[in-house]
């Protein structure tokens, strides 16, 4: 029996496993969890012949640095990513994102970091050896649940990886062509005339920047003070993400993919789903607008970006 | 018992049962939610993810690879939910210790309230709490009503991180800290009990919305030698 895996010579920012996400869980006040750019998730275990649903690692900003030890693998990472193989004679090979290499045993691999996005994706062929709790393979480290005990990954930790068929080295690629736009789609939220119809105007007519506040839970922006003409408070209900909470300090938040399942802060809006994976990719100090849609214009606009995923997820055949 | 059903952006339902915050609007919600729940593990329903009871909101989160809002809007409107009494809920005892290096809010409630700690303890300790739901963080317990002599807002700037254990009361309502988190509520006392046990796949959660919970003080030496 192989016995493979990863240890971690260098951490990373926040390095944890992610896949699609937890659910059925939400009324436990567990959120959902799960790799905050989905498409580029399931591009990443594509491009190494896994299952759509397999756990990958997630990066953010500055990636881990792994040494593979008892073993050969296929992987791939997705996203914006900076990465190098440090081969056993000490060479290295510069990587490009959306194609698969092969990596020998004892060699490293090098996420320097990631360029204008926050998160990348790392899938290793047959994915990790793992534990799914409650149905996913997610690290949630607000409550400790999931692979590594909850907890992101640490200097020396070891990253156990599935037993491997011999049918290495096959060359996978696509050309992926990120068009990335700081128009942000929204639809109106429960508590929209809370606010003035000045700011609701402001909420569409100006910039807003993201600031520093910005992490798997959610991205606080800065822009126009969002004047709430009713009451900055509401009785504490359910949250999912792409909800945007204007707080009473006017300053909207919004809720990615550890958020709190409940909150009492008033929805000014929502993000439709065809953009949550863009918006989870900004990283502080992005200028980003707001453009309200109709409930119909949302999903036919699911529609085509699931087209355009099915498409990358297709290329490769 | 739906008083209005919209759409929260374009994957979830938001089901509005009134805006006042009761043991019975509540359990209207918690009626409908266990239904729905029901219908999902059947597979009469399909496409669900989540579903998030609150004071007196519902909220269903759905995947639209798989299903919309009008099919899931259809399929909760045809329901006929009847809110039958719940006998089955569970009593719990939860022990605190409100001794002033857990109950780090003591002064500020005071000055609030103009009653003494050990007044504020009993008010607060000597009653059976309804618990309305869980969340924000996982197995945290929204419990009420307190009583009104002792009701204080949240704090002005919020903790950023308030000890794990901690019990906390706002408005109308008491809580308890499951995990170390960010938090303005007023800290009365920390329980050693273990409130979400993540090892526990079944039930992690120790308290469930319609459970009936009360509080018990102990001495600093029980909490610390507390044996869970």
């Known amino acids: 029996m192989s016995n493979t895996y990863f240890e971690v010579l260098r951490a990373g920012v926040n390095t944890t496993i992610q896949d699609i996400g937890r659910n059925h869980m939400y009324h436990l006040g567990i959120t959902i969890s799960g790799a905050i750019d989905q498409r580029n998730y399931v591009l990443s275990n594509k491009l190494v012949n896994n299952s759509l649903n397999e756990a990958v690692i997630e990066f953010a900003y500055q990636g881990p640095l792994l040494k593979l030890k008892n073993g050969s693998i296929n992987f791939c990472i997705t996203g914006d990513v900076i990465f190098k193989i440090i081969k056993k004679d000490g060479s290295i090979e510069d990587g490009t994102c959306y194609e698969s290499y092969t990596l020998e045993d004892e060699e490293q691999l090098d996420i320097i970091s990631t360029k204008n996005t926050a998160y990348g994706y790392l899938s290793v062929s047959n994915g990790f050896k793992l534990q799914k709790i409650w149905n996913s393979y997610s690290i949630n480290t607000k409550a400790n649940i999931g692979p590594n005990n909850g907890k992101k990954y640490s200097l020396k930790d070891k990253i156990l990886i599935n037993n491997q068929d011999l049918a290495l080295n096959k060359k996978n690629k696509i050309n992926y062509n990120e068009s990335s736009d700081n128009l942000i789609r929204i639809i109106k939220g429960t508590n929209f005339n809370y606010f003035s119809k000045k700011s609701q105007d402001s909420f569409f007519n100006n910039e807003f920047s993201v600031t520093k506040d910005a992490d798997r839970m959610g991205i606080r922006l800065t822009g126009p003070k969002l004047e709430n003409i009713v009451n900055t408070n509401i009785k504490s209900e359910g949250l999912v993400r792409g909800v945007i909470q204007v707080p009473a300090d006017g300053n909207p938040i919004i809720m990615l993919s550890d958020h709190g399942t409940i909150g009492g802060y008033p929805k000014i809006g929502v993000v439709i789903s065809a953009d949550l994976d863009q918006v989870g990719q900004f990283t502080p100090g992005s200028k980003i607008r707001f453009k309200e849609v109709s409930l119909a214009e949302a999903q036919n606009i699911f529609k085509a970006y699931t087209i355009d995923t099915n498409k990358y997820l297709n290329e490769n055949n | ?228």
């Open chain 2, 1 to 228: 018992m739906i008083k209005n059903i919209s759409n929260l952006g374009d994957a979830s339902v938001y089901c509005d049962f009134g805006s006042d915050v009761n043991e019975q609007i509540n359990s209207n919600v918690i009626c409908y939610f266990n239904e729905i729940s029901k219908l999902v593990e059947t597979n009469e329903i399909n496409g669900i993810n989540n579903i998030i009871p609150s004071y007196n909101k519902l909220i269903i989160n759905f995947d639209l690879f798989l299903t919309t809002f009008n099919e899931v809007k259809e399929k909760i409107l045809a329901l006929d939910v009847k809110n039958q009494t719940k006998n089955n809920f569970k009593k719990i005892k939860i022990a605190v210790c409100c001794d002033d290096e857990f109950g780090l809010d003591f002064n500020r409630i005071s000055k609030i309230t103009k009653l003494s700690k050990e007044e504020i303890l009993n008010l607060s300790l000597n009653k059976e709490y309804f618990c309305y739901m869980t969340g924000f963080i996982a197995g945290m317990p929204f419990l009420g009503d307190i009583n009104k002599d002792i009701r204080c807002n949240r704090l002005e700037t919020p903790r950023l991180k308030v000890p794990k254990g901690s019990v906390g009361i706002t408005e109308q309502f008491v809580n308890i800290y499951t995990f170390e988190s960010p938090g303005g509520w007023n800290i009365i006392g920390n329980t050693p009990e273990k409130i979400f046990d993540n090892l526990n796949s079944k039930e992690p959660a120790l308290i469930k919305p319609g459970d009936r919970v009360s509080f018990y003080q102990i001495s600093k030496e029980e909490y610390l030698n507390w044996n869970e």
